[in-house]
């Protein structure tokens, strides 16, 4: 491996054939495709009474149209200079995708938490999106265009120092680093107090945000049965019901806990599906096959939630490289676990009649 001072060397050589002043324009090719016709090539093979939700959510304002926008966005990126350096990209990294959850071991940090369009590919990719998506928030809240243009700066020139200081350390330190919450909240102290209200109302509500009070909030108990939401029948159609058999369903879970470390196999052993239901979370993703399972352990009160998403092509894949795995369920949950400082013990992959 290259020397600290001969990657930084390369780096610098790099500005030669690819001006960090050629970043600052774009503007539409004569041959640009239509973002209506990406868009409705993206709704092939998605639940069809669902895909006008999706549309219903994107025209609400700009950055929601941002938001379920990827595929168009991936079009026009890739038209752009890069330097040629490429690295796992979260493929859809705006502002919204940010957010705070618990690592396993139940503490609360700060980082992306949305990996459907993980691939490898140009790293100024994800951060001209960030900072787009910060522009088009900037505009809804009515800030001024220097206002605007001040933010996009803040963003790259973090983005550039952080990456600086991550250069000079140590490999695993690196691999371990994760932003906790209270370097969060200092941050938006020293912005401005709305700010401040803010972050501390989103921590507030991540650290209610369990799985007891999910399950309290989704499910019921009657005459002492297991939680219940949707029976799972209800959840398919005629047509359906007589393709997907329990033998099929009960493979497609064997195929998940494949791909789980054995200790984990071990712990979902002890629980049973009781129940599941359709869920319809997003903008983008509407119309894709996501289902919220209930798994009842050995006791009352004793059950968890799984949710099950449905994984397509990248959106940036008609622009890089073809993905090296045969599952996209699969890409998803290895590019997540390669750039999430902490991701669930229970992520993994299966394949089925929808990915």
């Known amino acids: 491996m290259a020397s600290r001072a001969e990657r930084r060397q390369y780096g610098k050589a790099l500005r030669q054939q690819v001006q960090r002043s050629s970043h600052s324009q774009w503007s539409p090719a004569p041959d640009r495709p239509d973002p209506l016709d990406i868009l409705q090539e993206q709704d092939k093979g998605r639940v069809k009474h669902l895909v006008p939700i999706k549309y219903g959510r994107m025209v609400a304002s700009p950055f929601a149209f941002l938001r379920g926008s990827a595929a168009v966005m991936a079009a026009d990126l890739a038209s752009t200079p890069f330097t040629g350096l490429e690295v796992q990209l979260c493929g859809d990294a705006h502002l919204s995708n940010f957010g705070v959850f618990a690592t396993p071991e139940r503490k609360l940090v700060f980082d992306i938490n949305d990996f459907d369009e993980t691939h490898p590919g140009p790293w100024e990719w994800d ?120 033998a099929q369903v009960e493979e497609m879970w064997e195929q998940y806990l494949e791909s789980l470390p054995e200790e984990r196999r071990r712990l979902l052993s002890r629980f049973r599906i009781t129940d599941a239901a359709l869920r319809v979370g997003g903008v983008g993703s509407v119309g894709t096959r996501c289902t919220i399972m209930i798994f009842e352990g050995g006791g009352e009160n004793d059950a968890i939630i799984l949710q099950q998403k449905e994984a397509g092509a990248s959106v940036l894949e008609p622009y890089t490289t073809t993905s090296k795995y045969k599952s996209p369920a699969q890409r998803v949950v290895q590019g997540q676990r390669l750039t999430q400082a902490a991701s669930d013990i229970f992520l993994g992959w299966h394949q089925g009649a929808h990915t």
């Open 127 to 246: 951060l001209k999106r960030l900072a787009a998506s910060a522009v088009v928030a900037g505009r809804e809240n009515g800030f001024s265009e220097k206002v605007n243009r001040r933010i996009a700066m803040a963003v790259a020139v973090a983005y550039s120092e952080f990456m600086t200081r991550l250069a000079e350390a140590r490999t695993l330190d690196v691999w371990y680093y994760h932003v906790e919450v209270d370097a969060v909240l200092k941050a938006f102290d020293r912005s401005s107090k709305k700010g401040a209200k803010s972050a501390k109302k989103m921590v507030r509500k991540a650290r209610t945000k369990t799985q007891a009070q999910t399950l309290e909030k989704l499910t019921q108990v009657v005459d002492g049965d297991p939680p219940l939401l949707v029976p799972l029948d209800q959840l398919l159609t005629e047509e359906q019901r007589g393709q997907i058999t329990r």
